[in-house]
Nanobody, 130 residues
């Protein structure tokens, strides 16, 4: 059974940085696009970023472009989200998930929607506050 485990969340002041990690097991990560989502209290789960194969294919929601960077290390079965210049509106529980379709050259879908992703982790809390 595929399992994803997120880590790296915490409390940080505005303008600070955090690096989230998503560790995968029971899956050949090379064949899947992986996305990060976030969910703030009372809001829908939002697709934040997605990464396809190692040579490209990334997606960022407009609100994080230029501040967040997604990367992956297939050998370590891990995906990362480097978050810089954090803002209070970034406060949420962050989740990683696999795209529902596998491919030899995985790519992110045109839009990163919750219904198209599987194998959700338990989430890691990110709180941005002074």
């Amino acid at each position: 059974q595929v399992q994803l485990v997120e880590s790296g969340g915490g409390l940080v002041q505005p303008g600070g940085s955090l690096r989230l990690s998503c560790a995968a097991s029971a899956i050949t990560l090379d064949y899947y696009a992986i996305a990060w989502f976030r969910q703030a209290p009372g809001k829908e789960r939002e697709g934040v970023s997605c990464i396809g194969s190692s040579d490209g294919s990334t997606y960022y929601v407009n609100s994080v472009k230029g501040r967040f960077t997604i990367s992956r290390d297939n050998a370590k079965k891990a995906v990362y989200l480097q978050m810089n210049n954090l803002k209070s509106e970034d406060t949420a529980v962050y989740y990683c998930a696999t795209y529902q379709y596998s491919s030899l050259r995985p790519r992110c879908p045109p839009s990163v929607n919750r219904v198209d992703f599987r194998s959700w982790g338990q989430g890691t809390q990110v709180t941005v506050s002074s």
